[in-house]
C-alpha cells in the first residue's frame, strides 16, 4: 500500500489494505493500516480536488 500511495495509485493501495486488513486476524496491525487507509483516501480526495478545480478553470477559460 504505501509503494502504491508513493505512486498515486489509490484503488491498488486501498485493496492493499482491504486484503491486509482481511489477514491481520488477530489484530496487531490494524491501527497502522487504518491509519495508512485514512492518509490514501486523503491524498486520493485531494487529487480529485485539484483534478476537478483544474476542470472549472478550463472551463472558464473556453467559456471567457
Not at 489494505?17 to 482481511?22: P, Q, R
Not at 497502522?32 to 478553470?57: F, N
Amino acid at each position: 500500500a504505501y509503494t502504491y500511495l508513493r505512486l498515486g495509485e489509490y484503488q491498488e493501495a486501498l485493496q492493499a489494505i482491504a486484503v491486509a486488513l482481511a489477514r491481520d486476524r488477530a489484530g496487531q496491525h490494524r491501527d497502522r493500516l487504518l491509519m495508512k487507509q485514512q492518509e490514501i483516501l486523503q491524498a486520493a480526495s485531494a487529487q480529485w480536488e485539484s483534478e476537478k478545480e483544474w476542470t472549472v478553470r478550463r472551463q472558464a477559460r473556453l467559456q471567457g
